[in-house]
């Protein structure tokens, strides 16, 4: 989608601090962290939100989920992080491209 935020970041043509890339998923920094490390996981595919997932994307989501470990490792969150997914203007979605974001570096407060 032309004016989607996050499609025109996985497509290159808004530059972003990249973490990771292959050919279904990009990560990257957010641009206002809550964290001293703020990451997020993208894919590259325009689902809206995790409502809008179906079963034909559960590899897609498990990938995501596995890849969230590693990159936190190679990022320095060795004592741990928190992952967030919000889901439609109520949960707190801004960008309506589904996302994960990857928080940590400091001491977060319990949800």
């Known amino acids: 989608m032309s004016d989607c935020l996050f499609c025109r970041i996985a497509a290159g043509e808004i530059p972003c601090r ?13 641009i206002n962290p809550a964290a001293p490390v703020h990451f ?12 809008d997932c179906h ?3 559960e590899m897609l989501l ?3 989920l596995l890849l969230v470990s590693v990159l ?8 741990g992080f928190k992952t967030v997914i919000n889901t439609g203007k109520g949960g707190g979605q801004v ?7 990857v928080i940590g570096g400091s001491k977060l407060s319990h949800v």
């Open 18 to 30: 990249k973490v990771y890339e292959d050919g279904e998923l990009i990560a990257f920094h957010d």
């Open 40 to 51: 997020m996981i993208v894919p590259k595919e325009h689902i809206i939100s995790l409502e």
């Open 55 to 57: 079963a034909r994307h």
């Open 62 to 64: 498990g990938r995501i």
């Open 72 to 79: 936190a490792k190679e990022q320095g969150l060795h004592d």
């Open 95 to 101: 960008v309506m491209h589904l996302h994960v974001h």
